[in-house]
C-alpha cells in the first residue's frame, strides 16, 4: 500500500514539475519574441503586458470589461445550457424533431458566429443582449448535439437490465438515462464554456459598450499591444480555470467511469 | 423431484420470430415449441446464431414473437416483469452505482423501503460471497465478481423464473467452474426455475435437468436430452462416466448442427 501511494506521489510530483517546465518554455519563447525587431510590436514581454494592463485599471476599464462579459458569458451559456439539454433530449426521442433539427445545427455550427454578429445587431440593437443571443446560439448548438450523441450511445443493455427489474420510464430517465448521459454533458458544458470564450469578440463586436472582446477590438485601433495581449492572456486564463472547474465536478460526478491509463 | 407432483410454469407455443433489417427478413426461430416445468432446470444449446438470445429476449419480455405465443402460469407473456428475472452476458451492471446500489435497484422499483432494500441486497451479496465489495463500483471488479453482483442483482428481485443467456460464457475455466458450482447449490437450495444459455455442452450438462439443442437457422428444437444424473452435483460429476456418455452424444448434435450452418 505504502509503494503505491509512493507511486501516486511521485507521479503527481512529476505533473507539476512538467506544468513548471511547460510554463517556463513559454516565458523563453514570449521573451525570444520580445526582443526580435517585428515580433516584439506584438508580443511585449510580461512587465510591458502588465504595465498595459495597470493602464486600464487606471482608466476605470479592466474591471467593467471583465465583469460586462462574465455576465454575457454566464447568461449565454446559462441560456445555451437551458435549452440545448431538453431539445437533446427531443432529439434522441422523436425522429421527427431530430430529422427537421440535427442539420441545421450541423449547418450553422459550421459559419463563423462573426459573419452573422451584424445580422443579431440589426435585429436586436445595440447593447448587451446581441452579445448574450449570440453567445447563446453558438453555446447551444455546440452542447446540443455533443449531449444528443451522449443520449443516442447509452448501452441498451442497461435499460434492458433496468426494464426487467421493474423500471419504468421516469425510473429509466432518472436512474439510467441521466446518468449515462452525465459524462456527455460534462463535456458539452466543457465545450460550451469554451465556445462562449471564443465568440466573446464575435459577441462584443458590434454595439457592446463594454467588455473584453470589444476592448481589444478598440485596443487594436490605436495599436495599444501590451494591454492587448494582457486582455488576450485574461481570456485564456478564464478559460483554464473554467476547465479546472469542470475537472472538478467531473471528478466529483463521473468517477465511477473507466478511464484508459496514461 | 421425487414424488413431486410437477407443473408447467413456462409454455412456448408454435413461436416464429422474424427480424426485418435492411439486407431482408431473418427468420430467427420458426416453430418453437416447449414446455419447462416449476423448479425445473433447462439449458439450450445450439449453434451461433440459431435464435437462442431470441428465445430468451421473447421469454423476458424485451422482444414479441411475430407468431405463437410465450406464457408464464398460462399467462401470455407481454412486456417484462419483476417475476422474470435476466442475467445477461455482459454483465450489464450500472456502472455509476455500487454493488450494493446496483443489487439494490431491483427492490428500490418495488419502493419498498431503504432499509428493507439494504438487507435484501446484503442477503443476496452475502449469497455470491462479494461481501467485502458492497462499496466497489463495477469498474473496480473482475469479470467473475462483476457477473456474481448480475447474479445476486436477478435473485435480490426475487423472480420466479431465472433466464441466463451465457452468463458465464466470458469468463475463465477456472472462475467459470466456481460460479457453475455456485448456481447449482443455490438451485439445489431455491430450486426456481432456470433457462438457462450456453455454448459449452460440460456447462449444460453439468448444470441442467433437461438440455434443449437448437438447430441451426431458422432455429428450431432439435432434441431434448434428459440429464438422469443425480443431484447434487458438482465439479466431481464432470468425471462421472454417465456424464461423460450424455456429453458426448449432446455435443456430437451440436456439432452436427454447426456442420449444417457451415455448409
Ligand atoms: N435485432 C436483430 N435484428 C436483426 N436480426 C437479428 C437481431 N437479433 C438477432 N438477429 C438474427 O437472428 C438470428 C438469431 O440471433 P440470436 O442472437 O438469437 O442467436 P444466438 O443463438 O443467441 O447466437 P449466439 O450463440 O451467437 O449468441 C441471427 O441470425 C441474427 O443475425
Ligand atoms: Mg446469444
Given at each position: 500500500m505504502s509503494s503505491e501511494t509512493k507511486i501516486r506521489k511521485r507521479a503527481a510530483i512529476s505533473d507539476k514539475v512538467w506544468l513548471l517546465i511547460s510554463l517556463l518554455v513559454a516565458l523563453a519563447v514570449w521573451y525570444l519574441l520580445s526582443i526580435g525587431e517585428k515580433t516584439g510590436r506584438g508580443f511585449p514581454f510580461a512587465p510591458e503586458v502588465l504595465k498595459g494592463l495597470a493602464t486600464m485599471v487606471e482608466r476605470k476599464a479592466l474591471w467593467g470589461d471583465f465583469v460586462s462579459s462574465m455576465i454575457s458569458v454566464v447568461m449565454g451559456f446559462g441560456l445555451g445550457f437551458l435549452t440545448a439539454l431538453p431539445m437533446a433530449f427531443l432529439m434522441a426521442w422523436y425522429a421527427p424533431v431530430r430529422k427537421i433539427i440535427e442539420p441545421w445545427i450541423n449547418f450553422v455550427r459550421n459559419i463563423p458566429a462573426l459573419a452573422y454578429s451584424p445580422l443579431v445587431v440589426i435585429i436586436?440593437?445595440?447593447?448587451?443582449t446581441p452579445s448574450v443571443v449570440l453567445i447563446w446560439i453558438c453555446t447551444f448548438m455546440t452542447m446540443c448535439i455533443t449531449i444528443y450523441h451522449g443520449i443516442r450511445n447509452i448501452d441498451n443493455t442497461l435499460v434492458k437490465a433496468a426494464r426487467v427489474l421493474g423500471a419504468n420510464d421516469v425510473d429509466i430517465f432518472f436512474r439510467i438515462t441521466l446518468p449515462a448521459t452525465m459524462p456527455f454533458i460534462l463535456t458539452a458544458v466543457r465545450l460550451g464554456l469554451s465556445a462562449a470564450l471564443t465568440t466573446l469578440l464575435a459577441a462584443e463586436s458590434t454595439g457592446a459598450r463594454a467588455g473584453l472582446g470589444m476592448r481589444i477590438r478598440t485596443l487594436s485601433t490605436t495599436f495599444e499591444s501590451n494591454a492587448m495581449l494582457g486582455y488576450i492572456i485574461i481570456i485564456g486564463i478564464i478559460g483554464t480555470l473554467l476547465n479546472i472547474f469542470v475537472d472538478f465536478i467531473e471528478r466529483r460526478l463521473t468517477s465511477w467511469q473507466e478511464k484508459r491509463e496514461g | 423431484m421425487a414424488g413431486e407432483e410437477r407443473r408447467v410454469k413456462i409454455q412456448i407455443k408454435a413461436v416464429k420470430k422474424e427480424y426485418r433489417g435492411d439486407h431482408g427478413t431473418t427468420v430467427a426461430l420458426n416453430g418453437v415449441d416447449l414446455d419447462i416445468m416449476e423448479n425445473e432446470f433447462v439449458c439450450v444449446v445450439g449453434?451461433?446464431?440459431?435464435g437462442k438470445s431470441t428465445l430468451l429476449n421473447i421469454l423476458a419480455g424485451l422482444h414479441e414473437a411475430s407468431s405463437g405465443e410465450c406464457c408464464l402460469d398460462g399467462e401470455a407473456i407481454h412486456g417484462t416483469d419483476v417475476k422474470r428475472g435476466v442475467v445477461f452476458q455482459q454483465y450489464a451492471l450500472f456502472p455509476w452505482q455500487t454493488v450494493l446500489q446496483n443489487v439494490m435497484f431491483g427492490p428500490q422499483m418495488k419502493r419498498l423501503p431503504k432499509a428493507e432494500c439494504m438487507e435484501i441486497a446484503r442477503k443476496y451479496i452475502r449469497m455470491v460471497g462479494l461481501e467485502d465489495f458492497e462499496?466497489?463500483?463495477?469498474?473496480?471488479?473482475s469479470g467473475g465478481m462483476k457477473q456474481r453482483v448480475a447474479i445476486a442483482r436477478a435473485y435480490a428481485n426475487d423472480p420466479e423464473v431465472l433466464l441466463m443467456d451465457e452468463?458465464?460464457?466470458?469468463?475463465?475455466a477456472q472462475t467459470r467452474a466456481q460460479l457453475q458450482t455456485e448456481l447449482l447449490k443455490t438451485w439445489e437450495e431455491e430450486k426456481k426455475t432456470c433457462f438457462f444459455i450456453t455454448h459449452d455442452v460440460d456447462e449444460a450438462v453439468l448444470l441442467a435437468q433437461r438440455v434443449v439443442i437448437m438447430s441451426a437457422r431458422p432455429g428450431r428444437i432439435k432434441r431434448i436430452v434428459d440429464i438422469d444424473i443425480p443431484y447434487p452435483r458438482d465439479q466431481a460429476t464432470k468425471s462421472d462416466a454417465r456424464f461423460m456418455e450424455l456429453k458426448a452424444q449432446i455435443w456430437n448434435e451440436v456439432y452436427q448442427e454447426y456442420l449444417e450452418v457451415r455448409k
Amino acid at each position: 500500500m505504502s509503494s503505491e501511494t509512493k507511486i501516486r506521489k511521485r507521479a503527481a510530483i512529476s505533473d507539476k514539475v512538467w506544468l513548471l517546465i511547460s510554463l517556463l518554455v513559454a516565458l523563453a519563447v514570449w521573451y525570444l519574441l520580445s526582443i526580435g525587431e517585428k515580433t516584439g510590436r506584438g508580443f511585449p514581454f510580461a512587465p510591458e503586458v502588465l504595465k498595459g494592463l495597470a493602464t486600464m485599471v487606471e482608466r476605470k476599464a479592466l474591471w467593467g470589461d471583465f465583469v460586462s462579459s462574465m455576465i454575457s458569458v454566464v447568461m449565454g451559456f446559462g441560456l445555451g445550457f437551458l435549452t440545448a439539454l431538453p431539445m437533446a433530449f427531443l432529439m434522441a426521442w422523436y425522429a421527427p424533431v431530430r430529422k427537421i433539427i440535427e442539420p441545421w445545427i450541423n449547418f450553422v455550427r459550421n459559419i463563423p458566429a462573426l459573419a452573422y454578429s451584424p445580422l443579431v445587431v440589426i435585429i436586436l440593437g445595440i447593447g448587451r443582449t446581441p452579445s448574450v443571443v449570440l453567445i447563446w446560439i453558438c453555446t447551444f448548438m455546440t452542447m446540443c448535439i455533443t449531449i444528443y450523441h451522449g443520449i443516442r450511445n447509452i448501452d441498451n443493455t442497461l435499460v434492458k437490465a433496468a426494464r426487467v427489474l421493474g423500471a419504468n420510464d421516469v425510473d429509466i430517465f432518472f436512474r439510467i438515462t441521466l446518468p449515462a448521459t452525465m459524462p456527455f454533458i460534462l463535456t458539452a458544458v466543457r465545450l460550451g464554456l469554451s465556445a462562449a470564450l471564443t465568440t466573446l469578440l464575435a459577441a462584443e463586436s458590434t454595439g457592446a459598450r463594454a467588455g473584453l472582446g470589444m476592448r481589444i477590438r478598440t485596443l487594436s485601433t490605436t495599436f495599444e499591444s501590451n494591454a492587448m495581449l494582457g486582455y488576450i492572456i485574461i481570456i485564456g486564463i478564464i478559460g483554464t480555470l473554467l476547465n479546472i472547474f469542470v475537472d472538478f465536478i467531473e471528478r466529483r460526478l463521473t468517477s465511477w467511469q473507466e478511464k484508459r491509463e496514461g | 423431484m421425487a414424488g413431486e407432483e410437477r407443473r408447467v410454469k413456462i409454455q412456448i407455443k408454435a413461436v416464429k420470430k422474424e427480424y426485418r433489417g435492411d439486407h431482408g427478413t431473418t427468420v430467427a426461430l420458426n416453430g418453437v415449441d416447449l414446455d419447462i416445468m416449476e423448479n425445473e432446470f433447462v439449458c439450450v444449446v445450439g449453434p451461433s446464431g440459431c435464435g437462442k438470445s431470441t428465445l430468451l429476449n421473447i421469454l423476458a419480455g424485451l422482444h414479441e414473437a411475430s407468431s405463437g405465443e410465450c406464457c408464464l402460469d398460462g399467462e401470455a407473456i407481454h412486456g417484462t416483469d419483476v417475476k422474470r428475472g435476466v442475467v445477461f452476458q455482459q454483465y450489464a451492471l450500472f456502472p455509476w452505482q455500487t454493488v450494493l446500489q446496483n443489487v439494490m435497484f431491483g427492490p428500490q422499483m418495488k419502493r419498498l423501503p431503504k432499509a428493507e432494500c439494504m438487507e435484501i441486497a446484503r442477503k443476496y451479496i452475502r449469497m455470491v460471497g462479494l461481501e467485502d465489495f458492497e462499496g466497489s463500483f463495477p469498474k473496480e471488479l473482475s469479470g467473475g465478481m462483476k457477473q456474481r453482483v448480475a447474479i445476486a442483482r436477478a435473485y435480490a428481485n426475487d423472480p420466479e423464473v431465472l433466464l441466463m443467456d451465457e452468463p458465464f460464457g466470458a469468463l475463465d475455466a477456472q472462475t467459470r467452474a466456481q460460479l457453475q458450482t455456485e448456481l447449482l447449490k443455490t438451485w439445489e437450495e431455491e430450486k426456481k426455475t432456470c433457462f438457462f444459455i450456453t455454448h459449452d455442452v460440460d456447462e449444460a450438462v453439468l448444470l441442467a435437468q433437461r438440455v434443449v439443442i437448437m438447430s441451426a437457422r431458422p432455429g428450431r428444437i432439435k432434441r431434448i436430452v434428459d440429464i438422469d444424473i443425480p443431484y447434487p452435483r458438482d465439479q466431481a460429476t464432470k468425471s462421472d462416466a454417465r456424464f461423460m456418455e450424455l456429453k458426448a452424444q449432446i455435443w456430437n448434435e451440436v456439432y452436427q448442427e454447426y456442420l449444417e450452418v457451415r455448409k
